[in-house]
């Protein structure tokens, strides 16, 4: 393994982000030797906090990983603290001294990147004083990752991209999606392109439909701030979901490389189908959790803590969409993700067209699925000969799936992502292109659904599929969802 030498800055150091996803996946690089004692992180938030109290602050978030006390302890060492006021620009100098002189001492060579792990309304700020006062490297690279939301909208997004550009070029741009950090997520190019008797069958010819399920089982949680103001159609669709659908139904790129997987991405979404929007209520369907039988177990969305008892806002959203190309036109793609289902369930599933029939008795429907979580793997539903004196054909389930002990020492998606920005590498994010054209998508439902409001909110219980409409949604055309707890 060769070192990788880098200088972080964390805005937001003091916030949930941070604590829950960013020091474990620093920590767990630094155990497996991907950084170790050239790198260091300067964490700023508002608050007044002392070196010690911060880096007490990143032990604690470290208590349930493996690894020594003494290691932990060593690698807190490589963190800095200063206060910050983002609006400021004095502070910004504080943090450019600061800054120079860790990178003497650590041995950074220049390197840097910019993390952006805070509210979003700040990000435009924070870049332009990032160039106005000179936090830029002239030595070594400068990188900015910027978290989720990337805007609400088109308009909003795209102002955020016309500022951030102001200080950083597209290739020193990442924009995480932590889907796209995901064992089988990362799985989907190589089952697609790497057989070909999934090659030659992978389109409208072959393929009946496609289901791409993101169901959690958990509800909004803390985050109700942020969520009651962006809804599930925003939180999952424009990015996890339609990510996932990319990468399902890209034209096979002539390399693996950023640029040749961008370029098959964008021609892709420049098929996909936005809708009028007097179409929208007949190719997407929304929900709201309401309590299950057991409210005190599980409140209904409107009762939970900072929630708005009137609110609007979908927890649930199931949709059909369609691309308009030639591998495509006529097969639809069904997603559905919620809050609140029966189970933690990340899957999709390739469902076939009936062969012609020769057999007295059906044949069930060729089915691939890929298990994205909680379990990774593969299973085909194929159909063979029952067994006994019959000729009737019957199906057989195959599946490989990665045992635990494998997963565990993989990379997982935040880790993962963090490690390819500190290697340049930007395959795995999202480039501006297809944020354009996944807002432009989502934005037509979103008006259709702001000027529409909900009357029937809530509509699903707790703990169940979501409302009856997700499946109608099928069944008007004969079909209906596999995955069906
Ligand atoms: C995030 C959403 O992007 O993804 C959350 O903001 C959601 O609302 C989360 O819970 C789900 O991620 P994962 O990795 O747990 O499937």
Request: net charge negative; aromatic share 12%.
């Amino acid at each position: 393994l060769s070192e990788n030498r880098v200088l972080i800055y964390i805005f937001g150091a003091s916030g949930d982000l941070a604590h829950r996803k960013l020091y474990p996946a620093l920590f767990n690089l630094y155990r497996k030797g991907y950084i170790k004692d050239h790198f260091t992180v300067i964490g700023t938030a508002r608050r007044e906090w002392t070196n010690e109290y911060y880096r007490n602050n990143v032990l604690k978030s470290l208590e349930e990983l493996p690894g020594s006390f003494n290691q932990k302890f060593s690698f807190i060492q490589h963190f800095h603290y200063q206060s910050h006021d983002v609006t400021d620009s004095k502070h910004y100098d504080t943090l450019r001294e600061l800054g120079e002189s860790l990178d003497r001492v650590y041995e950074t060579q220049g390197n840097r990147i910019f993390y952006m792990a805070m509210a979003p309304e700040f990000f435009s700020t924070i870049a332009e004083h990032i160039k106005s006062q000179n936090l830029l490297s002239d030595t070594g690279y400068n990188r900015i990752i910027i978290e989720k939301p990337f805007g609400r909208d088109y308009e909003t997004a795209k102002a955020l991209n016309d500022s951030i550009s102001k200080a950083f070029d597209e290739k020193q741009i990442y924009r995480i999606d932590h889907y796209l950090g995901k064992e089988m997520v990362l799985g989907l190019l190589p089952i697609r392109f790497s057989n070909p008797m999934f090659e030659q069958v992978w389109n409208r010819k072959f393929i009946d439909n496609i289901q791409i399920t993101l169901f959690e089982a958990l509800g909004v949680e803390d985050r109700a701030e942020y969520y009651d103001h962006t809804g599930a159609l925003r939180d999952m669709v424009q990015n996890h979901i339609i990510q996932i659908l990319a990468l399902l139904t890209l034209d096979k790129p002539e390399k693996l490389t950023a640029e040749a997987l961008r370029a098959q991405k964008e021609k892709l979404y420049e098929a996909l189908r936005i809708y009028p929007i007097k179409e929208v209520a007949k190719k997407f369907v929304r929900g709201q959790y309401g309590s299950s039988d057991i409210p005190e177990h599980e409140p209904a969305y409107r009762s939970e803590t900072k929630v708005d008892p009137n609110s609007k806002m979908e927890t649930f959203v199931a949709g059909e969409i369609n691309i308009d190309n030639d591998q495509w036109r006529g097969v639809p793609i069904y997603i559905r993700t919620g809050k609140r289902m029966p189970e933690k369930q990340t899957r999709v599933d390739i469902v076939f067209k009936a062969s012609d029939q020769i057999f007295d008795k059906p044949a069930d429907k060729t089915i691939i699925t890929i298990d994205i979580e909680p379990t990774e793997g593969i299973s085909l539903l194929i159909n063979g000969k029952k067994i006994g004196l019959t000729t009737d054909p019957v199906g057989y389930q195959l599946s490989y799936h990665h045992s635990a002990e494998q997963l565990a020492e993989v990379l997982d998606a935040y880790e993962r992502l963090i490690l390819d920005v500190i290697k340049g590498e930007a395959t795995n994010f999202s480039h501006w292109h297809e944020l354009e054209a996944t807002w432009h998508f989502i934005d037509v439902i979103r008006e259709y659904w702001d000027n529409n409001a909900p009357t029937d909110f809530p509509n699903y219980k707790s703990g169940t599929n979501g409302p009856e409409a997700a499946d109608q949604l099928l069944k008007q055309s004969g079909r209906s969802w596999v995955y069906n707890p």
